[in-house]
């Protein structure tokens, strides 16, 4: 009956998306084939002191000490990667903290044919997917396939698979290029049980245009994970040498409106053309418009005009820093070109593949590691490309301000930058509003490149 004495004022604040976690999970696809110095590690770090377990399923369980912001490794056995094409297998791998947030990179290498992945937290899992992996080799009589991954955390989940190509099935002891699962368009269904996973490899490829898991269609009733890549793939098809392209594939639930891309760095002395990386994008709705904006146009250009649902496009020569935009989610990958591409020789690098986020999805802070090179191997020489608005004033990288690394324009909000020949380890970036942060590096006639954060 009195006049208010308390006065009361509203306000809300959106949840930071985390872009780390403590549970993972994931699991090895094939790489090439089992040579002197293939190996796996999984580079786990996190900004807290912690114990991190892996185990593989039904196996015993290892323990990794983790110190703040430095890497550590933890050797994956041989035997864990997946041969098999159609069979479900316990060989989903798991790894977790008890008390900390982490951030965990696999690498699958084998001598000139390499790559790696972020291994997406389960907290950042979906039940709708669309494969992004790459075409397989097409050369003399080899079979070297496209190939994509499945791992649940969850008995009983159901999944529906679309596949955009021929599907084999084959054992893990048995070579059968051209045993039919299941043909292109045709849907067909598994069930995983916790911990387990399932790998599926493309026919043996016939042509340079057919043979490509990349706009496969994958639902489930409960959250999986899913990888995509291709055994050892020339990109583009007829520039050699072939190297393997892997990566984790991002759930459409995630896809933004709005990407921002750097180039990969070059050997000194290479053609500007040199630089030109491959780009895939993914359309979510027919009739959608992607539009590629660079500053040497000045003007965002339709790119890509969807034709169906979940369509897929692909360029190889774009070497701008560039900014993509549409009015419905898409998903952009970007891979590294054949060492070979356009006709100039080097022996530095080879194909890679890593997914791009959107913008709504930078974070203030992004802890990433570099990989170490593990026996007789040529160290990696290791990159970083920062994308982070033009006004921020404290973007720090391993406490250098990126005003002092190499800068890429882009389109005014957004600005570019480099830091070269990078110590392997654990990194970080802290920055006033958000970065998008990708590492990538070459060896002899092999790279890697991961995304930071998602």
């Known amino acids: 009956a009195q006049n208010a004495r308390i006065h009361h004022k509203i306000t809300s604040q959106h949840n930071a998306a985390p872009s780390m976690g403590r549970d993972l999970w994931f699991c090895l696809l094939n790489n090439y084939d089992n040579q002197a110095g293939k190996y796996f590690a999984l580079y786990v770090t996190s900004p807290n002191v912690t114990t991190v377990y892996v185990q593989l399923t039904g196996g015993l369980t290892s323990a990794i000490q983790v110190q703040p912001y430095k890497s550590a490794i933890f050797n994956i056995p041989l035997a864990w990667e997946m041969t098999s094409s159609g069979y479900v297998d316990n060989f989903g791998i798991h790894v977790w903290s008890n008390n900390a947030d982490i951030c965990a990179y696999v690498m699958s290498h084998n001598p000139a044919t390499s790559d790696g992945m972020y291994v997406i937290p389960v907290i950042g899992w979906g039940t709708e997917y669309v494969v992004a992996g790459y075409e397989a080799l097409y050369e003399l009589t080899w079979d070297y396939p496209t190939e994509f991954g499945i791992v649940a955390n969850q008995d009983n989940t159901h999944v529906t698979i679309t596949p955009s190509c021929d599907i084999r099935q ?123 904006y660079d ?65 709504d999805q930078f974070t203030k802070s992004v802890v990433f590691v570099t990989p170490q090179a593990i026996g007789s191997q040529q160290a990696y020489t290791n990159y970083v490309n920062i994308v982070a608005r033009s006004g921020d004033k404290h973007v720090i990288f391993d406490g250098i301000n990126v005003k002092n690394l190499h800068s890429m324009y882009i389109d005014g909000l957004y600005t570019g930058y480099r830091a070269m020949n990078i110590a392997s380890g654990g990194h970080n970036v802290t920055s006033d509003s958000g970065v998008g942060v990708y590492i990538y590096g070459y060896g002899w006639y092999e790279s890697y490149a991961w995304t930071g954060s998602f």
């Not at 990888?227 to 459409?252: Q, W």
């Not at 896809?255 to 990386?277: D, M, N, V």
């Not at 360029?315 to 990958?333: E, G, Y």
């Open 170 to 292: 084959e054992t893990f002891n048995r070579n059968c290029p051209n045993c039919l699962l299941a043909a292109k368009g045709q849907t067909f269904n598994v069930v995983l049980d916790k911990g387990q996973s399932v790998q599926y490899k493309g026919t043996q490829a016939q042509d340079c245009d057919n043979y490509d898991v990349t706009g496969t269609v994958v639902t489930s009733n409960n959250p999986i994970g899913l990888e995509a890549g291709s055994t050892c793939a020339n990109i583009p098809c007829d520039y050699p040498a072939c190297d393997h392209v892997l990566d984790m594939i991002p759930p459409v639930r995630t896809w933004g409106k709005t990407y921002y891309t750097l180039p990969f760095y070059q050997p000194p002395g290479a053609p500007l053309s040199h630089s030109a990386s491959t780009f895939l994008v993914i359309s979510t709705k027919p009739g959608q418009v992607i539009y590629r």
């Open 295 to 359: 500053f040497n146009q000045g003007v965002s250009t339709p790119y890509f005009l969807s034709s169906m649902k979940y369509d897929t496009y692909w360029r190889h020569d774009i070497d701008q820093a560039s900014k993509w935009t549409s009015s419905d989610p898409f998903l952009v990958v970007q891979y590294i070109n054949s060492a070979s591409y356009p006709d100039y020789g080097t022996s530095s690098g080879d194909p890679a593949e890593v997914v791009i986020n959107s913008s």
